[in-house]
């Protein structure tokens, strides 16, 4: 039935590719994928009727959905899917003169075989690969196995299509050196056709945000994203400016479009905490990877209060699982974090590494489940304190968010997930 479903989705999405022509942008990669696909859109809809999925869609069933502008699955409901297949039918039999001119399409890889399945229902205009890592390697055992699907975005490139990936990443050195059609580059590297330089975690006016400057041809302009933290935003700015001067907007008008840009649910989510703390929410998901870049990130926030860590488990890393999880307990370390809350199972090596790496064991507290760790944590909760919670998708640590955010009530407009009452 599924495979039916699949088919059937795949048929009616590429005829209304075929129909409409819309410019596709295709992004993948292990991280930022969502942060630059927010970016993106964020920018063109200044000059061009723009779509990109509002959930994270991004695989055989997600891709086909958006390009049909559904923004729902029906899940097991038949009904409801024979509805979407009319509306397709009558989406290619009448014109819409409101179908979108760009789609932004995420496109995710889980197995091999992924990409080159959604690039064959809309061939890319334009490929981005924003950085490689460790997710999902436990279906794919090597980087170099990984490098090798994420690349495969390339392949379908239409005739004059323009390939852009990330110029700091070691594991896409090879492919940038190897790619013989039109590609640009970001990333702080000299030589990359939007350099990044100068990113800070500030505070201006009370407001916490990333800093950094963006340079293409000679000329520099200035960013300050409120609301916005880490590294991986200022790279998310610089593939959006990179796609937007390919499409002919100029890099002040970029800069002032990129000032709405707000990163995607729970993905370092700046968010008011109980007793005049902040909390980091970036409890989307996680790999080895992002963990690093999120601790980097609290250890760089300015703050007069403690530095707290709550880390759920990191999934699908196979043979790689205990060594991973260490290793972030090892980077909590380096980077003077104070305190260390791990749930799950998993996430005990975690705590096992930065014992081992001399945190104190009694800065160090283990949970089963994300309520009680969320309440207990409420009371050792002091004023300026800033928490980074953070796990993957499967260990659901929204909650804990919820248990410690100064507006419970706003749950719902604010976490990923769906919390436990």
Do not use: C
């Amino acid at each position: 039935m599924k495979k039916i479903l699949h088919f059937i989705l795949k048929i009616l999405a590429k005829a209304v590719i075929n129909k409409y022509q819309p410019k596709v942008i295709a992004i993948t990669g292990s991280v930022g994928k969502t942060s630059a696909k927010e970016a993106i859109a964020v920018v063109l809809r200044a000059k061009f009727n723009t779509r990109t999925p509002s959930k994270n869609f991004n695989n055989e069933i997600g891709t086909p959905l958006t390009i049909l502008g559904q923004e729902n699955s029906p899940g097991k409901n038949i009904l409801a899917w024979l509805w979407i297949f009319i509306l397709a039918i009558k989406l290619v039999l009448i014109k819409d003169k409101n179908y979108p001119e760009v789609l932004v399409l995420e496109m995710g890889a889980d197995k091999p075989g992924d990409i080159k399945y959604l690039t064959a229902i809309a061939s890319p205009d334009i490929s981005i690969i924003t950085a490689i890592g460790s997710s999902h390697i436990e279906f794919f055992r090597t980087i170099d196995n990984i490098v090798k699907e994420k690349s495969t975005i390339l392949d379908r490139l239409n005739k004059n299509g323009l390939a852009i990936l990330n110029n700091d990443d070691v594991n896409l050195v090879k492919v940038i050196k190897d790619y013989k059609r039109k590609i640009f580059t970001f990333g702080k590297k000299e030589g990359s056709n939007v350099r990044i330089s100068e990113i800070n975690i500030t505070n201006k006016d009370n407001t916490y945000g990333t800093s950094f400057k963006l340079t293409h041809s000679g000329s520099e302009v200035p960013m300050f994203l409120p609301y916005v933290l880490g590294w991986q935003h200022a790279y998310a700015a610089a593939s959006a400016a990179l796609v937007a001067l390919y499409l002919d907007m100029n890099l002040v008008d970029i800069a002032k479009q990129l000032l709405e840009y707000k990163p995607a649910r729970g993905r370092t989510n700046l968010i008011r905490g109980i007793k005049n703390t902040w909390i980091i929410d970036d409890s989307y998901n996680a790999s080895p990877q992002s963990a690093k870049a999120a601790l980097d990130l609290l250890s760089n926030m300015p703050s007069e209060g403690r530095k707290i860590a709550v880390l759920g488990d990191m999934l699908e890393l196979g043979a790689l699982t205990e060594e991973a999880h260490q290793e972030v307990g090892r980077e909590l370390i380096r980077l003077g974090i104070d305190y260390l809350f791990v749930v799950g199972e998993k996430s005990r090596d975690i705590a096992r590494g930065a014992k081992a790496a001399g945190m104190d064991q009694d800065n160090i507290y283990h949970f089963p489940f994300t309520k009680e760790a969320g309440v207990f944590l409420q009371e050792r909760l002091k004023e300026n304190d800033i928490i980074l919670v953070k796990g993957s998708r499967g260990a659901k640590m929204e909650q804990i968010v919820y248990e410690i955010m100064a507006k419970p009530w706003r749950a719902k407009d604010l976490l990923v997930g769906q919390i436990d009452k």
